[in-house]
């Protein structure tokens, strides 16, 4: 059975301190059989106040994020799923929070920008987070075929809206990411429930990559990366500190599910405001 993994990080602010801890887990997981790894939101830069200058370095080919992630896909060869870094959509706009797939050849093959910015007060740790001050939105989105299944993606605070997920498994959907860096507040309150929900309710494998700790700005991160199987029941899960949650994705245990309770062919309503599918062409 095709295993995959999440990993789950403490990044800072320095690019190359996060680039190595990357490297590290990655090896892990891949040593422990992953053919798809997925790495967490912000993974390779958090904190860092020149989001517009990495953004434009990454898209111009000069930063060190996508070839790094270019190498490790290829040396490990393994598909990789790289969270999210800020990336541009076209020269000179403003950087979108893109998560890049590579596959085992370290091709970037899709890119999925999301969808839902962050921009939330955050009531018991009294910090307010305001992503569209620093990104643009996502329009589309990204499922596609890969060695472990169809994969369909989203970041963090996405999980939040249950049409995209709905619109994911109605493209085919078997595998749904979600790279994340959810706050500890908000993790504690909902996290669990609403990663297990998008499961039960997509019928599909649900794998989360979390930043998971206590970070060098001061912001605590909820941690608890998993993955969950289309029954809604968490395989693995690690819940702080950095490491590597791995699993299997098991198809044929899908299908089983998807075929004594065939929700999908019960829907009485269709979404009216759809959401569009992005072409696949990289
Ligand atoms: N950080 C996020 O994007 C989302 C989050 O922490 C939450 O939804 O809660």
């Not at 999440?6 to 800072?12: R, T, V």
């Not at 995209?164 to 429930?193: C, D, K, N």
């Not at 941690?223 to 590597?244: K, M, N, R």
């Amino acid at each position: 059975m095709p295993q995959v993994a999440a990993i789950q990080m403490i990044s800072g602010a320095d690019i190359q301190a996060n680039l190595d801890a990357a490297a590290r887990l990655i090896a892990e997981a891949a040593q422990q059989g992953a053919q798809l790894v997925l790495l967490p939101e912000c993974f390779a830069a958090f904190g860092n106040r020149a989001l517009a200058d990495i953004a434009a370095a990454e898209y111009a080919g000069t930063g060190p994020i996508r070839p790094f992630l270019a190498e490790q896909a290829r040396q490990h060869g393994i598909w990789l799923v790289a969270g999210s870094i800020p990336l541009p959509a076209e020269p000179g706009g403003k950087a979108m929070a893109c998560c890049l797939v590579l596959d085992e050849q370290g091709n970037e093959v899709v890119r999925y920008d999301k969808l839902h910015l962050f921009d939330v007060e955050v009531a018991d740790s009294q910090r307010s987070y305001r992503e569209s001050k620093d990104y643009a939105y996502g329009d589309r989105f990204v499922c596609i075929d890969t060695p472990v299944g169809r994969l369909g993606l989203s970041i963090c605070y996405d999980v939040r809206f249950a049409e995209l997920y709905a619109a994911l498994r109605r493209a085919g959907a078997e595998l749904i990411v979600v790279p994340s860096a959810f706050t500890a507040v908000t993790g504690a309150a909902h996290w669990e429930v609403l990663l297990r929900a998008r499961a039960i309710e997509t019928q599909c494998y649900i794998l989360a990559a979390n930043q998971g700790g206590t970070h060098a700005n001061g912001r605590e991160t909820f941690g608890h990366s998993c993955l969950i199987d289309p029954w809604g029941e968490i395989t693995a899960c690690l819940p702080q500190g950095e490491g590597v949650v791995t699993g299997a994705i098991d198809l044929q245990h899908l299908n089983t599910i998807r075929g004594r309770m065939p929700v999908a062919g019960h829907r009485r309503f269709e979404p009216v405001d759809a959401i569009v599918p992005a072409s696949t062409e990289f």
